[in-house]
């Protein structure tokens, strides 16, 4: 009998894939701050961030894009995420994977967009879709500017340390400001190519936003004159 629980739970878990990787990348935003510091901090980051990418797959296989070529970005990124973990390999590897990673995410942000809209009925998955694209666009752009920063040093600085490197924590939280357009920040972008990256991603939130508002506007106006019809 126990087993009926859980059985109902990974059901639910398959049809809602959306949902769980909403989930876990939530409470990335939750664990990151004790990983930065922990001793196997780094370790644990990096299992992480390999568990994102494989939810990610899945996801984008549930969606119209092309597998294959998610594939291609995440077998490497996994790979030079293991090497540079091992420290056996120059600190370019490192700076590869994020490269990858962040294409990966912006690709699974580009085929949930198309799983959103791809017919005139709105699921629960793809409810959770909606939340699930906003952080893939959040991780791909905070991938961005890490690579930015390492590429371009002192692309960004704070009122803390400001001559220090920004952490992973810093320039997710960038990311997340700038995406949603709430401009509470305190990191700021100071080199032309950090400059640039912000403009892309203020672009992409607004068209994002206006993307899902349009759309569930649409739909509500579909069903009322559909509803109107029937009725009269």
């Known amino acids: 009998m126990a087993s009926i629980p859980l059985l109902r739970t990974l059901v639910t878990v398959k049809r809602h894939p959306s949902a769980l990787l909403l989930f876990v990348q939530l ?3 939750v664990l990151y701050p004790a990983m930065e510091h922990a001793a196997a901090g780094r370790a644990v980051f990096g299992a992480f961030g390999i568990l994102v990418l494989a939810l990610a797959l899945w996801v984008i296989n549930r969606s119209p894009a092309i597998n294959w070529i998610a594939w291609l970005l995440a077998a490497p990124a996994v790979a ?9 390999g120059p600190p370019s590897l490192a700076t590869a994977a994020q490269v990858l990673e962040g294409a990966l995410y912006l690709y699974a942000a580009g085929g949930l967009t198309a799983y959103m809209l791809r017919d005139h009925h709105v699921t629960g998955d793809e409810l959770f879709a909606a939340g699930a694209t906003f952080t893939l666009l959040a991780w791909a752009f905070a991938f961005a500017y890490l690579v930015c920063q390492q590429w371009f040093p002192g692309s960004f600085i704070a009122a803390t340390a400001p001559d220090a490197p920004r952490s992973w924590m810093e320039l997710l939280f960038l990311s997340f400001s700038t995406l949603s357009g709430v401009g509470l920040s305190d990191i700021v972008p100071v080199r032309a190519q950090a400059r640039a990256l912000v403009m892309l991603e203020q672009f992409a939130g607004v068209m994002y936003i206006a993307l899902v508002v349009s759309r569930l506007i649409g739909l509500a106006t579909t069903r009322a004159i559909a509803r109107r019809d029937a009725d009269g």
């Open 80 to 88: 030079l995420s293991l090497l540079a973990g091992t420290g056996l």
């Open 27 to 29: 409470l990335g935003v």
